[in-house]
C-alpha cells in the first residue's frame, strides 16, 4: 500500500524559513523515479493550488506567487521530495500536501504551516 507522509511544517516569522519532506512508502523505486511529483497547499477557505512540481529529469516548475523563494527537489534513493520555503509569507499559511504523479488518489495528510506577521 503506497502512503505519503508530509513532515516538517510549523509557525515561522514572516521572513522565515521550512523546509518541508515527504516520504512515500510502499512504492517501486522505478515507478517514483519515473513520475513527476508535485507540492500542494490549500488555505481555509480556499481551494488547494499547486505549487511546485519536479518532473522525473528534475526539471521543476513554480507557481508565480513562490517563484524564487520556494525550492523542490527529490531524492530517489530515499523516496523522498523535499520543499525548501525561504522568506516566507503570511499568505503562504496553508496545509501542505505532497502528490505523486502515479498514485493520483493517493494524498497523505499534509503539515501545516503557519507565517505570523
Known amino acids: 500500500q503506497v502512503r505519503l507522509v508530509e513532515s516538517g511544517g510549523g509557525s515561522v516569522e514572516a521572513g522565515g524559513s521550512l523546509r518541508l519532506s515527504c516520504k512515500i512508502s510502499?512504492?517501486?523505486?522505478?515507478?517514483?523515479?519515473?513520475?513527476?511529483m508535485d507540492w500542494y497547499r490549500q488555505a481555509p477557505g480556499k481551494q488547494r493550488e499547486l505549487v511546485a512540481t519536479?518532473?522525473?529529469?528534475?526539471?521543476?516548475n513554480y507557481a508565480d506567487s513562490v517563484k524564487g523563494r520556494f525550492t523542490i527537489s527529490r531524492d530517489n534513493v530515499k523516496r523522498t521530495v523535499y520543499l525548501q520555503m525561504n522568506a516566507l509569507k503570511p499568505e503562504d499559511t496553508a496545509l501542505y500536501y505532497c502528490?505523486?504523479?502515479?498514485?493520483?488518489?493517493?494524498w497523505g495528510q499534509g503539515t501545516q504551516v503557519t507565517v505570523s506577521s
Open positions: 519536479i518532473e522525473s529529469n528534475r526539471d521543476t
Open positions: 510502499g512504492i517501486i523505486l522505478s515507478v517514483f523515479t519515473g513520475h513527476a
Open positions: 502528490h505523486h504523479r502515479y498514485y493520483r488518489d493517493v
